[in-house]
């Protein structure tokens, strides 16, 4: 079956621009995650979606990071007012409930020049 | 604070030539220990999720452990087509949600 998909998969944007980030999660999976991979760091958690219920935003850096998720399936992640140190592979991952493997998208490169 | 240390940072192999990559962690109570391929370009390839120590998986050429303190990835006669990162993270029972946090990585090259 179809996995996760993420879109676009590339973006380069100008310092001070907003950006939006999109992830498909796998078609069933309630629990949906968004990590950011700089270079040379392992995946960093930013945010988790679970349900109907409250998202853990407890990883988010900045007030400048958002994200929704519409009718319990896609998700869009929010960069405002994109800065240099923005710039990292943005990874989404969803998951059955109770079952604790999380599956990854093709993430999306974002340069901010 | 959870954390995830992996090694060594890039290993080379010859083909056939078996080695193990290291992960030793830190959690408040492991709900789960994964390990993760990924290639270049690409997102993580989930691989094996280890629960208890002692417990052992294998796959292909490929075989996970765990004991209390870390996680072993054995790879018995690889190939070039085993190169590739592989990511070690844990998921913690105090953590809410199923977050999960990452290692580093293993960057592994296997010559032909």
Known sequence: GA???????????????????????????????????????????????????APDKSGLPSDRFSAERTGGSVSTLT???????????YLCASSLIGINEQFFGPGTRLTVL | EDQVT????????????????????????LRGLFWYRQDPGKGPEFLFTLYSAGEEKE?????????????????????????????????SQETSGSRLTFGEGTQLTVNP
């Open chain 1, 79 to 89: 960069i405002q007012r994109t800065q240099q140190e923005d710039s990292a592979v």
């Open chain 2, 59 to 91: 796959k292909e050429r490929l075989k996970a452990t765990l004991t209390k303190k870390e996680s072993f990835l054995h790879i018995t006669a690889p190939k070039p087509e085993d190169s590739a990162t592989y990511l070690c993270a844990v998921q």
């Open chain 1, 3 to 53: 996995g996760v998909s993420q879109s676009p998969s590339n973006k380069v944007t100008e310092k001070g621009k907003d950006v939006e980030l999109r992830c498909d999660p796998i078609s069933g999976h309630t629990a949906l995650y968004w990590y950011r991979q700089s270079l040379g760091q392992g995946l960093e958690f930013l945010i988790y979606f679970q349900g109907n219920s």
């Open chain 2, 6 to 29: 992996q090694s060594p940072e890039a290993l080379r192999l010859q083909e056939g030539e078996s080695s193990s990559l290291n992960c030793s962690y830190t959690v408040s109570g």
